[in-house]
């Protein structure tokens, strides 16, 4: 059963820097491409960015692009979201989630969340 957990989640002022991982068990990393999205309060749920399996290629948000930096290492099974200047904007649960195929319509596996609250 593959599960994936996030972490880092925390409340920052605005304009600091924050790195979620998510890892995974019940697999390995490699075979999946990965994503992050986030639901801000009220809100539905939106993409973030994602990588491809190979980490060789990467997407983002028009909101996230340029501040927010996506990685993974499949050897260590984990996967990152750095963010940079942080927006209250931003606050939201995020969530990663995995599937077998590059950009699919609806990611298969997903994590719990973990709450990112940006605020003075």
């Known amino acids: 059963q593959v599960q994936l957990v996030e972490s880092g989640g925390a409340l920052v002022q605005p304009g600091t820097s924050l790195k979620l991982s998510c890892t995974i068990s019940g697999s390995t990393l490699s075979p999946y491409a990965l994503a992050w999205f986030r639901q801000p309060p009220g809100k539905e749920r939106e993409f973030v960015a994602a990588?491809?399996?190979?980490?060789?290629?990467?997407d983002y948000a028009d909101s996230v692009r340029g501040r927010f930096i996506i990685s993974r290492d499949n050897a260590q099974n984990t996967m990152w979201l750095q963010m940079y200047s942080l927006k209250p904007e931003d606050t939201a649960v995020y969530y990663c989630?995995?599937?077998?195929?590059?950009?699919?319509?609806?990611?298969?596996?997903w994590g719990q969340g973990t709450q990112v609250t940006v605020s003075s």
């Open positions: 989630a995995a599937d077998r195929w590059n950009n699919p319509q609806e990611y298969t596996y």
């Open positions: 990588i491809s399996r190979s980490g060789g290629s990467s």
